[in-house]
Structures are given as C-alpha cells and as structure tokens.
C-alpha cells in the first residue's frame, strides 16, 4: 500500500528534475553544479520556496497607523540609511537546497533539451569484457550462497527414495550432502567502448577563462558520452610550440608562454591511438579547443594532417574556437575549407560560456 509521504516524495522530485530541465541551459553555460558526489551523481544548487509569513516587530516600536507622519515618510527600520556602506548585515539570503541527480539522469535530460540522438558505436562484436553470472548450481560453496529451495529438493528426493519420507507426518531434515549452493560462470559479453581525446592550446594567448570554457564543456561531453557507451578512456595532450600527453590535472591548469604549432599536438594526437586505440575497435573522439591561433606555415601542416592520419580513424574531429583577446582566430577559417569532403569534422566558435550550450548540440548532435 502506498504511503502518502511516499507519493509526496515522488511528487517532490518531480517538481526538482521539472526545474532543473527548465534551468538546464544555465546549468551548462555557467557550471552552476556543487561538485560531483563520488562518480555517478551531481549536486545541483535548486533554490528553496519559502513560505510566506507574518513577522512581528518589536513591541512598542511604532509603525503605520501609530504617531505622528507624514505622507510619504518611510517608517520604522526601512529608512534611509544612506549609501548603503557600514557593517555587515544581519539578513536572511536566499537559500539553495543541494538536489542530488544521477549522471544518468542528466544525461538524460541533456539529450533531451538539446534532442540529441542515441549514438551508434562501432566495435560492438570486436571488444569483450569478463563477466561473472550466477546461472549454476554447486554442492560447495559459503553458507551466503546456499540454495534453499534446491537444498530442500534435494533432502526431499533422498527421503523418499532412502523409504523415511512419511507423508503424514512431512518433515524434511538437510544434511550436509544435501546442500546445494549458487555458482557462477565467466561469460564473455561484447563491449562498446570510446575513447576521448582533448587536445587544449595552452599557449600564452590562452587565459584561465577560456580554459574554464573548455572544463565545463568536457564535463557535459564526458556525461553524455558515458550514457552511450559501456567504457570510457580519456587522453589529454596540451601543445604550445610543442604537445604533451597529461594527466587531467595538468590539462587544466598548465599553461606556457611559447608559440602555437598545432600539428604538433596532432602528431601526439597519432600516436596515442596508435598505441592505445586500435581503430577498427574503438570509437575514437577529437575535442579540440584553442583561441585560433597558429604559426602560418603551420595549418597547410594540420590540414594535411588531419585529411591523411586522424580524420578516417575518428567517429567525430570537432574542433571548439574559443574567443581570446589575444588569439587571432584565423584557424578555423583553414579547416572550414576541409569541411565539405569531410562530414565527421564540425566546427564551433565558442565566444563565451553562453556559447557552450549551443556548442555541445552542434558536436554532439548527429549521433555519431
């Protein structure tokens, strides 16, 4: 019987995942989560409803309708305190109730707000992961695996052809030759598996903002490629004149103050999937970000790079052009003239966070 708490309760998050799609575009533009809670939910900050009240002043304090005034005159503590500097306050702020969701249900609900369709992976019969199933029957086995019904079949079988089984008087008694116990079997399952490599400029002309730019971002990718495989490797190379395979850590926080070669960090690009990632395996992701700049000999290079090496071995090459004050942002302009011959390359020009919403769409949304 269902308890009304119970259906409240229900009620409760449905009203907190309506809000939470409504709001699910500031969410991603702005990182407006608390920080992931271990690997499979997210805090997201829902404002609380707080129920009107009546509160009482202090007694004999005054107020409308009490003493002397005039029309217009404010009363009580609301008069003008002048410039509004001096000590800090007392007042309430507004309240933010930490909701917890499941990376599953966000990503979810992204999929829906920006309808990106399920991805079709390549690999599904090449990979196989070790599974354990319990679909057997053992005579040993520990006490927390024993089989009660079977235990009892096998007591009641021995009864009755041993001639002690008395129908009028139905007692069944174990023993030790009798138990039996859940066992399992290795089984080999296919596998979908992805794996993702971002490829960041962390040149000079890169500033902690857009960086902050391309965190976020990732994130919302991550989810969504999660949802739709069942394994996820990452890789992060970083490049100025020079690329670097790194940790996550670093990925985010370096930063140098050389040139800019980025076919640099598409031969790095190359040889991780070469020694990580046999292609006709795995479904291979390219998430690029840089502010456009590049030496100019440099892009013929990464065209030519692209067209030969990465662009027939990847399901996606997208590459996100962040605006940078100091970045020339000419870059993209090279590799819109590849974009014809090429469907899996897409480009995105990301000017700020607001821009990041409709740059995951424009990634993520032909479900390859």
Same mark, same amino acid.
């Given at each position: 019987?269902?308890?009304?708490?119970?259906?409240?309760?229900?009620?409760?998050?449905?009203?907190?995942?309506?809000?939470?799609?409504?709001?699910?575009?500031?969410?991603?533009?702005?990182?407006?989560?608390?920080?992931?809670?271990?690997?499979?939910?997210?805090?997201?900050?829902?404002?609380?409803?707080?129920?009107?009240?009546?509160?009482?002043?202090?007694?004999?304090?005054?107020?409308?309708?009490?003493?002397?005034?005039?029309?217009?005159?404010?009363?009580?503590?609301?008069?003008?305190?002048?410039?509004?500097? $001096?000590?800090?306050?007392?007042?309430?702020?507004?309240?933010?109730? &930490?909701?917890?969701?499941?990376?599953?249900?966000?990503?979810?609900?992204?999929?829906? &707000?920006?309808?990106?369709?399920?991805?079709?992976?390549? $690999?599904?019969?090449?990979?196989?992961?070790?599974?354990?199933?319990?679909?057997?029957?053992?005579?040993?086995?520990?006490?927390?695996?024993?089989?009660?019904?079977?235990?009892?079949?096998?007591?009641?079988?021995?009864?009755?052809?041993?001639?002690?089984?008395?129908?009028?008087?139905?007692?069944?008694?174990?023993?030790?030759?009798?138990?039996?116990?859940? %066992?399992?079997?290795?089984?080999?399952?296919?596998?979908?598996?992805?794996?993702?490599?971002?490829?960041?400029?962390? %040149?000079?002309?890169?500033?902690?903002?857009?960086?902050?730019?391309?965190?976020?971002?990732?994130?919302?990718?991550?989810?969504?490629?999660?949802?739709?495989?069942?394994?996820?490797?990452?890789?992060?190379?970083?490049?100025?004149?020079?690329?670097?395979?790194?940790?996550?850590?670093?990925?985010?926080?370096?930063?140098?103050?050389?040139?800019?070669?980025?076919?640099?960090?598409?031969?790095?690009?190359?040889?991780?999937?070469?020694?990580?990632?046999?292609?006709?395996?795995?479904?291979?992701? /390219?998430?690029?970000?840089?502010?456009?700049?590049?030496?100019?000999?440099?892009?013929?290079?990464?065209?030519?790079?692209?067209?030969?090496?990465?662009?027939?071995? /990847?399901?996606?090459? /997208?590459? $996100?052009?962040?605006?940078?004050?100091?970045?020339?942002?000419?870059?993209?302009?090279?590799?819109?003239?590849?974009?014809?011959?090429? &469907?899996?390359?897409?480009?995105? &020009?990301?000017?700020?966070?607001?821009?990041?919403?409709?740059?995951?769409?424009?990634?993520?949304?032909?479900?390859?």
């Amino acid at each position: 019987m269902t308890r009304s708490i119970d259906r409240d309760f229900r009620r409760f998050n449905e009203i907190i995942r309506g809000k939470i799609r409504k709001d699910l575009k500031q969410y991603v533009n702005h990182g407006e989560m608390l920080g992931r809670k271990g690997r499979e939910t997210v805090s997201i900050p829902v404002p609380n409803i707080d129920i009107p009240h009546f509160q009482h002043g202090n007694k004999g304090s005054g107020g409308t309708g009490q003493g002397d005034g005039e029309v217009g005159q404010p009363v009580g503590k609301g008069q003008d305190q002048g410039d509004g500097q $001096g000590q800090a306050g007392s007042d309430a702020g507004r309240h933010v109730r &930490e909701v917890e969701v499941t990376l599953d249900e966000m990503a979810e609900m992204l999929g829906a &707000e920006l309808e990106l369709p399920n991805i079709i992976p390549k $690999g599904k019969d090449s990979l196989k992961s070790q599974k354990d199933k319990y679909n057997t029957v053992s005579r040993s086995g520990p006490d927390s695996l024993r089989h009660f019904k079977r235990t009892y079949k096998e007591a009641l079988k021995r009864q009755i052809s041993s001639g002690s089984y008395d129908p009028q008087r139905p007692i069944i008694i174990p023993n030790r030759d009798d138990e039996r116990f859940r %066992s399992w079997t290795t089984v080999s399952e296919p596998q979908a598996n992805a794996a993702i490599l971002y490829i960041m400029d962390v %040149s000079g002309s890169m500033t902690d903002d857009q960086k902050e730019i391309v965190r976020i971002e990732a994130f919302w990718i991550d989810m969504w490629l999660r949802s739709q495989y069942d394994g996820i490797q990452r890789r992060y190379i970083v490049h100025d004149a020079v690329a670097h395979e790194v940790d996550e850590d670093t990925f985010y926080r370096v930063r140098e103050s050389g040139g800019t070669r980025i076919s640099s960090a598409y031969q790095k690009a190359a040889e991780v999937i070469a020694r990580d990632f046999p292609p006709a395996d795995w479904n291979i992701y /390219c998430f690029q970000f840089s502010d456009g700049d590049n030496w100019g000999e440099d892009s013929k290079e990464c065209s030519k790079f692209l067209t030969e090496r990465l662009l027939p071995v /990847c399901n996606l090459f /997208c590459y $996100g052009q962040v605006e940078s004050p100091y970045g020339s942002g000419e870059f993209i302009k090279d590799l819109r003239k590849l974009i014809d011959q090429h &469907e899996n390359l897409i480009l995105s &020009e990301i000017d700020n966070k607001d821009g990041i919403y409709d740059s995951i769409k424009t990634f993520l949304g032909r479900g390859k």
